[in-house]
């Protein structure tokens, strides 16, 4: 485990927060035992679930998301400009599960997720862990799924299919600083295809399996030994290593 997994979840086990200097009127909570219909995302009344808040926050919010098991899909959709965060309050405390997809983004502009513990709730689950793709508009259009970051979360045990899948034309998309492992199956532990503007990198993980562009191609096993740092700017054929240890597309 390298510094910064080794730092960050030391700071999890001590019940630490990632979370400093986030002005009150800008904040707002979900709970295992908040209320979508009666709650107003206050502490005192938060809401049971990331979708319901994401429905609701002003452009610039920061969702915060109380220690427990949340089940069922979360949805990360709506046009934020500026950006909301959307946080676990304790890393890794705040657990997303579901027996299909447990996080989509197929209409989502400006979120980041940040500090979750996402996963399949047991064996038998289908579908990917998280998916994002474009569904705002047709590929190639002004309108598209992008401005998405998932950072610092722990993505593991996918029972039928890829834990992260990234395509058909979602662009600006970063993934850095997540934990992945337990992918069952031939697939991947990230997929990326038919889109452009992707970056991935600060990977915490023994080898990463990653699938990209058409025809799809495993690129050579990316290891947490050194900082792993991807640029996805085009489709295109094939991977190949960079001097730098990157891997280029």
């Known amino acids: 485990m390298n510094r910064w997994c080794s730092a960050v979840f030391g700071a999890a086990l001590m019940g630490g927060s990632m979370?400093?200097?986030?002005?009150?009127?800008?904040?707002?909570?979900?709970?295992?035992?908040g209320d979508d219909g009666s709650g107003d995302g206050s502490i005192g009344a938060?809401?049971?679930?990331?979708?319901?808040?994401?429905?609701?926050?002003?452009?610039?919010?920061t969702i915060l998301v109380r220690h427990g098991t949340y089940f069922g899909r979360v949805r990360l959709r709506g046009t934020f400009a500026n950006g909301v965060t959307v946080r676990s309050e304790i890393p890794y405390q705040a657990r997303l599960r579901y027996h299909a997809t447990v996080v989509t983004c197929f209409y989502?502009?400006?979120?980041?997720?940040?500090?979750?513990?996402?996963?399949?709730?047991?064996?038998?689950?289908?579908?990917?862990?998280i998916q994002v793709q474009n569904l705002l508009d047709e590929p190639g259009g002004s309108d598209f799924v992008g401005r998405i970051t998932f950072r610092?979360?722990?993505?593991?045990?996918?029972?039928?299919?890829?834990?992260?899948?990234?395509?058909?034309?979602?662009?600006?998309?970063?993934?850095?600083g997540n934990l992945f492992y337990n992918q069952t199956g031939s697939d991947e532990?990230?997929?990326?295809n038919s889109l452009t503007d992707v970056t991935i990198q600060d990977m915490c993980s023994s080898t990463i399996l990653l699938e990209a562009a058409a025809p799809m191609a495993m690129t050579p096993a990316l290891t947490s030994s050194s900082r792993t740092a991807m640029?996805?700017?085009?489709?295109t054929s094939g991977a190949s290593a960079s001097p730098s240890g990157a891997t280029s597309f």
């Open 108 to 129: 989502g502009r400006g979120i980041t997720l940040e500090g979750f513990d996402i996963a399949h709730d047991g064996p038998g689950a289908s579908g990917l862990v």
């Open 189 to 192: 532990h990230i997929d990326v």
């Open 46 to 61: 938060p809401w049971a679930t990331i979708t319901r808040a994401l429905d609701t926050v002003a452009d610039a919010s």
């Open 231 to 235: 640029a996805v700017t085009t489709q």
């Open 152 to 176: 610092d979360n722990v993505l593991h045990d996918s029972f039928n299919n890829d834990i992260l899948k990234i395509n058909n034309g979602a662009g600006d998309i970063t993934v850095e």
């Open 19 to 33: 979370v400093s200097g986030v002005s009150s009127a800008q904040t707002f909570y979900v709970a295992t035992d």
